[in-house]
């Protein structure tokens, strides 16, 4: 059946502009050039969002320009300076590489404590010096427009304090400042469970003036995964601040520390170190010390010792294969040493950085020995930036590495199947024999833990891998740290989500 004639005369129209169309755009993009949307999606519209990967290509070679160029650090707390400080480290390399003289760093903050100041000079923490001013004095600063010098970007070393204290002073400034004239906040923080200041967050949410800066993926993930949750709720106070737009970003606090030790080569595996407040909610002390006993008892030449035998404590065995085991518990407050260990562990409190730096460095391990899942889920240790930054490996779990993110190189830790406790890890270390640990049947249900092959596995890379890393692999892996670092910082000053 033929269609009605006026039917096929508007085909016809239509087939003659649509031909006509062709032949135009054909003429206007021959030869090599093409369309904006053939460069951007090869041929799809942009909203499409096809070829992901080419779309960051061509976004790349569009980078907002730098934002922020009036850095104000701040807090009240008289800790985390080490934390805090370093990422004014990268702040200030990121201002060399876009250069000029109109990029200033602020400091209101107490006075460094246990001679940190000294380190922030030889370091070279603080560079593009502005003010360096009590924390009362940041309001003044902030009050002003950029104009007249005021802030543009303020970080908080501990947002955990230092929002509650400065939230309504800011929030003034905020309404002061004119719209071409906002500043942001980065808020450093620590702990996902210290709630109490997180009543201000919305506030700033929803004016686009706030982003997150944790010292470990584990926690900017349960921030983020809290924040989904909160703004999926049905309280419109809740799915109106955007929380789950929120900039969360993960800055490693990993500083590079100089003249570290040149360690001989072959060394025994001698002196472990577990760093951190004397506290057993904190570091599981209690169960450290119940298996070096356990394990001491059960071969006491392994670690350096000579059985007990009638004596209150273990003393060293100049006899033995290698020199006596060293347990070094390093940080604040005090902590009972059970008679055993008197010659084994020794505690070190309260020492100048300097001090502290070296006593550290001068170990072969650092062992995490967290007490619970406390920092694998909401709060981060500054222990494994610290032993990293000083060269030493950290005694870790795949868990452990995935949880910190920065760490899940095998140039920077030694990796222990779960089941293997630390100090069966770092008996089998020290003495390149496992086979005590995989003959042992711990649940008591007639089958040895060596049974379970993925242990076995694990406990043979592991000692495969071994516990020294060499200072090239050290090197390698910093330089990747820092310029991930780097990157976060630019965000930061550019604005970028």
């Not at 701040?74 to 590489?97: N, Q």
């Not at 100041?117 to 003010?131: A, F, M, S, V």
């Not at 260990?341 to 020492?351: G, I, N, Q, R």
């Amino acid at each position: 059946m033929l269609p009605p004639p006026r039917v096929a005369s508007l085909a016809f129209v239509a087939l003659l502009v649509f031909g006509s169309l062709w032949v135009l755009t054909r003429s206007l993009y021959s030869g090599e050039e093409t369309s904006v949307w053939d460069r951007t999606q090869a041929g799809y519209p942009p909203y499409l969002n096809i070829h992901e990967h080419e779309s960051e290509a061509v976004a790349t070679a569009e980078i907002p320009p730098r934002r922020r160029r009036n850095v104000a650090f701040a807090t009240t707390f008289v800790l985390h300076g080490d934390v805090y400080m370093a990422f004014a480290k990268t702040i200030g390399e990121a201002m060399d590489a876009e250069g000029g003289d109109d990029q200033r760093i602020h400091l209101f903050a107490p006075e460094f404590s246990f001679g940190f100041q000294e380190i922030i000079d030889d370091l070279e923490l603080w560079t593009h010096r502005g003010i360096r001013a009590d924390p009362d004095q940041l309001i003044e600063h902030v009050n002003k427009s950029s104009d007249e010098g005021g802030i543009d970007l303020i970080v908080f070393g501990t947002c955990e304090f230092d929002m509650n204290v400065w939230h309504n002073a800011l929030a003034d400034a905020w309404s002061r400042r004119s719209e071409d004239d906002k500043f942001k906040i980065v808020c450093v923080v620590h702990n996902v469970d210290d709630v109490n200041w997180q009543r201000h967050i919305p506030y700033w949410s929803r004016r686009n003036a706030i982003r997150l800066l944790p010292i470990a993926d584990h926690v900017g993930e349960t921030f983020k995964s809290r924040f989904a949750v909160q703004a999926d709720s049905a309280e419109p106070l809740l799915y109106t601040a955007g929380l789950d737009h929120i900039p969360i970003d993960v800055h490693a606090p990993v500083l590079d520390i100089p003249n570290l030790p040149v360690k001989p080569l072959p060394r025994n595996l001698e002196k472990a170190v577990i760093q951190g407040t004397f506290s057993v909610g904190r570091r599981n002390y209690p169960g450290i010390f119940r298996d070096l006993i356990a394990s001491i008892h059960e071969d006491p030449r392994a670690w350096g010792y000579h059985p007990l035998e009638g004596r209150k404590s273990f003393v060293p065995d100049p006899g033995a294969p290698a020199p006596p085991f060293q347990l070094l518990l390093v940080g604040a407050g005090w902590l009972e040493i059970p008679d055993e260990l008197a010659y084994v562990v020794s505690m070190h409190t309260d020492l100048p950085y300097k001090d502290f730096y070296r006593l550290i460095a001068d170990c072969d391990v650092v062992v995490p020995a967290f007490a619970d899942n406390t920092y694998l889920t909401v709060q981060a240790s500054s222990t494994i930036a610290l032993a990293t930054e000083l060269n030493v490996p950290i005694l870790v779990t795949n868990r452990t590495r995935r949880m910190y993110g920065y760490i899940d190189d095998s140039r920077a830790v030694i990796t222990r199947p779960a089941a293997m406790p630390e100090v069966q890890a770092l008996k089998a270390l020290r003495t390149g024999d496992a086979s005590a640990f995989l003959s042992s049947d711990p649940a008591d249900i007639g089958l040895s833990i060596g049974s379970l092959h993925p242990v076995q596995a694990g406990v043979t890379d592991m000692l495969r891998e071994g516990w020294v890393r060499d200072r090239k692999s050290w090197d390698e892996w910093k330089q990747g740290v820092w310029r991930r670092n780097r990157e976060v910082a630019e965000k930061i000053l550019r604005d970028i989500s």
